[in-house]
């Protein structure tokens, strides 16, 4: 096999040292606030809004501590992304519209116009988006804020004072739309699980990828609370243990019946017929039906149809990216090899030892039972369904925004 191009192909990314103690930009306060942390812990919300400062759930802390970061600027946002301490694909969409209030609020504070200030929303777009290639909804919702901005300076007696904060609303707005989306998720993922089932899951797709309840493990709290008696295998999922740290800390705190497996322990139970239902998220997925997961997705879902396990993704329709025709359009993040080396900065791997590390594969769409989204669930041929699925969701949000902006005028006349 021809050497993996580990360093060459981490583009711009900086190069990052092992996930547990990574340095993060100064926090923007000294102390996290009391009530800021209330606040946390009452909601496990990964991105939220409080006392005019953008606060993030360290994730690379948990479980064994609970630590909150705040970001005053675009980069840190962006570096925040970067070295997840915000990770998820809509937990980095919201974080990635709150950097756009940023970037728009610091130029409002240096004295900007109208123009300077959607000018720095989008200079902020720019930036973030770069943080993390993969999961689409961070484009996404950085897209639908910058045109949210743009609409909005359209409008005659648009103030710059005005548009920024009609932009923090927008971002509020966007976080308030992912739990809809997710509770709508859950309940037609519930509809295809039966009682008792076993259920098999890999990554982190819960409260702290997404703005409450989850998707593939919104399903699960879904079914969980509707008594259905389920019982879940959490994959570890190396290399940075999303399964470990983050699945298995939430499920425990839902009262949620789980074993935490190592990852290659699925294909085996799968044989032996202990579980009945894959679920997964998605960062991104194409047209056709391809779909960008965690690595290690793809090798669980082989298992899966040798098994005859069906494989469900759970995907919020902005994972859906119909500008991608198929799997090999979609960019896979590689990340540092420390990552693989280290295990929460315990060294386990000869130092130096050559790591290829892509943080992500692409299942191909022949091997998914169905994706469930907000709109229903899609079968194959994904090509039709999801299409119909992604317009249906952006006619929705059109019609919303476009009844919000007419709003806007009339106030602004
Ligand atoms: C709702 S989460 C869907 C995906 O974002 C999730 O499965 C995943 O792969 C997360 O990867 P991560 O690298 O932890 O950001």
């Not at 040292?17 to 306060?29: D, L, N, S």
């Not at 910058?146 to 971002?171: H, K, P």
């Not at 130092?351 to 992500?360: Q, T």
Request: hydrophobic share 45%.
């Amino acid at each position: 096999m021809a050497a993996p191009a580990a360093a060459a192909s981490s583009g711009s990314l900086p190069k990052l040292a092992t996930f547990a103690g990574e340095p993060v930009a100064k926090p923007a306060m000294d102390a996290i606030p009391e009530r800021a942390r209330s606040l946390a812990t009452k909601t496990y919300r990964p991105v939220f809004w409080h006392d005019d400062m953008l606060f993030l759930i360290d994730q690379r802390a948990l479980p064994t501590d609970f630590e909150l970061t705040s970001c005053n600027t675009v980069a840190m946002v962006g570096e925040c992304i970067n070295l997840m301490v915000v990770r998820g694909a809509p937990a980095i969409g919201a974080a990635g519209a709150y950097g756009l209030v940023i970037g728009a609020r610091k130029a409002l504070s240096d004295g900007g116009d109208l123009a300077a200030v959607v000018a720095a929303a989008k200079a902020a777009k720019v930036e973030l988006d770069a943080a993390r290639p993969t999961a689409v909804n961070l484009e996404w919702a950085t897209a639908r804020m910058a045109a949210i901005a743009e609409a909005l300076a359209g409008i005659d007696g648009m103030t710059a004072d005005r548009l920024t904060s009609t932009l923090l609303t927008e971002a509020h707005e966007l976080c308030d739309l992912d739990v809809r989306t997710n509770m709508a998720m859950s309940r037609f993922g519930a509809d295809l699980v039966p009682e008792g089932a076993n259920m098999l899951h890999h990554c982190n797709t819960g409260a702290l990828a997404t703005i409450d309840f989850g998707t593939a493990l919104g399903v699960i709290y879904e079914c969980h609370a509707q008594g259905k008696g389920v019982h879940v295998w959490v994959d570890e999922t190396r290399p940075r243990l999303q399964g470990a740290r983050l699945t298995a800390w939430e499920l425990m705190r839902a009262g949620v019946p789980m074993h935490l497996i190592a990852d290659g322990a699925s294909g085996g139970l799968m044989r032996a017929g202990k579980v009945d239902v894959v679920v997964f998220g998605a960062d991104r997925v194409a047209a056709n039906g391809d779909t960008a997961n965690k690595i290690g997705t793809y090798t669980m879902c082989c298992a899966a149809r040798e098994n005859g396990v069906p494989a469900y993704a759970v995907v919020p329709t902005s994972t859906i990216d119909l500008t991608v025709p198929t799997g090999e359009g979609i960019p896979i993040e590689e990340r540092s090899g420390d990552e693989v080396r280290c295990i929460k900065g315990a060294q386990v791997a000869p130092e130096d030892c050559p790591v290829f590390n892509p943080a992500f594969d692409v299942t191909p769409a022949k091997m998914i039972t169905g994706i469930i989204t907000e709109m229903g669930v899609c079968y194959p041929p994904f090509a039709v369904s999801l299409r119909k699925a992604k317009e249906a969701a952006e006619e929705a949000i059109k019609a919303e925004w476009d009844a919000k902006l007419a709003a806007v005028r009339a106030g602004s006349a």
